[in-house]
């Protein structure tokens, strides 16, 4: 049997298997958010907020598509100074809560950014309606280095939101 044949009979066993309740449609609530979604991180944070950040010099970011579903990055290198990595996703506070709950006992909240934020070492996450904002900090290896630096950069995304 060729690989398409084998699939086509795969679909037809599925379809072919129901149940005796009614079908019901998803809500807007229940489907997916498309991929690529969110808006563009690398215009919600500035290679010159970065560089301020960061302490160094920054080139422009870099955008790519995140980890999660309907999740956009941008990738700032500032040289020997470290990187930072802004992204953006859809899911609110849902999302938010599941992402704060993997932080666990470590993560600090943090006031004044967005609906709610946390952070631990170089990670912050915060949220802004329906908007999860991801900041991502290397560099020195230092509390308040990377306190600040996700703090700064939260701010600016989730104020352009």
């Known amino acids: 049997m060729t690989p398409f044949a084998a699939l086509a009979v795969s679909a037809m066993l599925v379809a072919g298997c129901g149940s005796d ?6 809500t807007a609530a229940a489907k997916p958010p498309v991929v690529g979604s969110a808006p563009d991180p ?21 955008s790519s598509p995140g980890g999660l579903p309907g999740q956009r990055t941008c990738a700032f290198d500032a040289a020997a ?15 938010f809560d599941q ?3 993997q932080l666990g006992a ?11 934020a946390v952070r631990d070492a170089g990670q912050l996450t915060a949220v802004r309606g329906d908007w999860v904002v991801l900041i991502f900090v290397s560099g020195k290896n230092s509390d308040r280095y990377y306190e600040t630096a996700t703090a700064a950069l939260a701010k600016a995304a989730v104020g352009r939101l």
């Open 81 to 95: 100074k470290g990187m930072a990595t802004v992204g953006v996703a859809p899911g609110g506070a849902a999302l």
């Open 21 to 26: 309740q009614p079908e019901t449609t998803p």
């Open 42 to 62: 690398c215009k919600l944070v500035t290679a010159a907020e970065v560089t301020a950040a960061l302490g160094g010099a920054t080139a422009a970011g870099v």
């Open 106 to 116: 470590t993560a600090k909240p943090l006031a004044g950014v967005g609906d709610a």
């Open 99 to 101: 992402l704060k709950s």
